[in-house]
């Protein structure tokens, strides 16, 4: 049984609880809590996991043999001892940090004993040697996508396409030892790319030496999530993924836009895909004071804190909304900082409907903290930027027309080149049927260049002729009408009135018809 085969059983057994009154976004929230159960257990028959295992009376084992009611109570009493460290009678059972955040005011909405043990049974009967071989991690994974997915809901907020978390990572080639911070973790789906990467790389963490991998499980990654049910599931996916953080876990709770931001330590690496929107109520979400241009723009603010704490030749890749590239008085002044302080080497722009809000346009800006000669430059840092236009004459991604990696390869052939030896229009995904506007922003380029969708930018041109403006794009739409092809306004008024005069007539004449019958 494969992963994916796995996930949609586990998805399937969602209908057994539909009878508790449980939805599918308290399902997930429910089957994980009993599954977190099952993979440890699993995890330790396996010899993986000799730290955070759980206290004696909250094992599995402790759960399978029982039926009735004592089964329904024994897991309620499993989890508040797991959400609190202490049994009913008030004495110490664990104080294992990261059991008891990952468990935080942890309780079930379950009310029928056979659904639970329907569960208990479902989970045994699946054939775990297997799950195995793929990483436990990687179903648990599995299932958060498949959350996010499926529901008609917020799940997809935090949850940023596989495909191009991936390639995000790739293009920013993490190293072991390095730092790497996500502000608006989610359910840690960059810092597990970023590890699985990093783990790739050095044969599992074989290459590294003792003090490495411990610096790599418990200090490379750091994130920070302001949702507690979703920072439970970060929680229990790192540590799945072998990835266990301080004593507060990998992903820590609270607001980056606030104290817990300001205290975030530099990093060699941030990848991170900020919430959408305006902070509710104001920019009272916003409580930072160290951020130089305040703003109720969320976006901004993230932005803010992402160059500002990435360490001299640190880069990042993060994901944001068009409003933020266009954006006039704050965006401005962010954007101008953000050039001055960082190079800004490459803009992707996001075909639409890859995330959950539909029709929402997205970016990836990808920089590095410096100039590539001064890593202390804190003024004109960015020369030029390289912008890959991915958007324009693209289909429209949904579950018919899923986005995936083939989409990015393209992208990733052109940017992973020395910025010194970029070459324009190397690539041009689909562009040979695309036509250009003979603007100024194009004149002198050659045709078949002008066609690609990977332009390079100079910083005098965004300034001067943009208006430090990044919403750049200079393919035209093949669904578009052009201007040039509708006539002259004379003419066009021409066709109206005749169209007109027309429809005029044809109302004349019903006019008349119904009168001659009224007669009759």
Request: with cysteine; hydrophobic share 40%.
């Amino acid at each position: 049984m494969s992963n994916n085969d796995i996930v949609q059983k586990l998805w399937n057994l969602c209908d057994v609880l539909r009878d508790d009154g449980i939805n599918y976004s308290d399902y997930v929230t429910e089957l994980v809590l009993l599954l977190f159960i099952k993979m440890v257990h699993e995890n330790t028959e396996a010899g993986l996991l000799n730290k955070h295992t759980l206290p004696t009376g909250c094992r599995w084992t402790d759960l399978s043999d029982k039926d009735g009611l004592n089964l329904l109570d024994d897991y309620k009493r499993m989890l508040l001892t797991l959400s609190t460290g202490k049994d009913s009678e008030g004495n110490t059972l664990h104080a294992d940090p990261l059991i008891l955040a990952i468990y935080a005011d942890a309780q079930t909405r379950l009310r029928e004993p056979r659904h639970l043990k329907q569960l208990i049974k479902s989970l045994d009967s699946i054939d775990w040697f297997s799950a195995q071989k793929d990483g436990l991690g990687d179903l648990y994974e599995g299932l958060l996508e498949k959350n996010a997915n499926e529901t008609k809901s917020g799940a997809g907020q935090y949850f940023t396409p596989r495909a191009l978390i991936d390639s995000m990572v790739r293009v920013i080639n993490p190293q072991a030892g390095e730092v790497i911070q996500d502000p608006a973790a989610g359910t840690a789906g960059f810092l597990i790319a970023a590890d699985s990467f990093i783990k790739a790389k050095t044969d599992d963490h074989f290459d590294l030496d003792a003090k490495q991998v411990e610096f790599q499980k418990n200090k490379a990654f750091i994130g920070v999530e302001l949702v507690p049910s979703t920072r439970r599931l970060a929680l229990m996916n790192c540590l799945l993924h072998g990835m266990e953080g301080d004593d507060e876990g990998v992903v820590h709770l609270g607001n980056s836009l606030g104290q817990v931001g300001m205290s975030l330590p530099k990093a060699d690496i941030i990848l991170a895909n900020p919430p959408f929107g305006t902070s509710k109520g104001g920019d009272a979400s916003i409580t930072r004071d160290d951020l130089t241009y305040p703003t109720s723009n969320k976006q901004l603010a993230f932005l803010q804190h992402i160059y500002r704490n990435l360490k001299p030749g640190g880069r990042a890749a993060v994901v944001l909304p068009d409003n933020v590239l266009f954006e006039a008085g704050v965006g401005t002044d962010v954007r101008r900082d953000l050039m001055n302080k960082c190079n800004l080497h490459t803009i992707l722009r996001l075909p639409t409907g890859i995330f959950y809000a539909a029709g929402v346009k997205t970016n990836v800006l990808f920089f590095t903290k410096g100039s590539a000669k001064d890593k202390l430059q804190e003024e004109n840092c960015t020369p030029n930027t390289w912008v890959y236009d991915l958007r324009t004459n693209m289909p429209n991604f949904g579950k018919r027309t899923p986005f995936g990696e083939q989409h990015l390869t393209p992208f990733e052939a052109v940017c992973n080149v020395l910025l010194a030896e970029r070459v324009e229009g190397e690539w041009s995904f689909n562009a040979d049927e695309v036509e250009i506007e003979n603007t100024e922003v194009n004149q002198g380029i050659d045709e078949r260049l002008a066609k690609s969708r990977w332009r390079v930018f100079s910083r005098e041109f965004i300034r001067d002729t943009k208006g430090d403006s990044l919403d750049i794009s200079w393919l035209k739409d093949a669904n578009s009408v052009d201007a040039a092809d509708l006539g002259t306004p004379e003419e066009l008024a021409g066709e109206a009135m005749t169209e007109l005069k027309g429809a005029l007539a044809d109302l004349e004449a019903l006019v008349a018809s119904l009168a001659g019958g009224v007669k009759g």
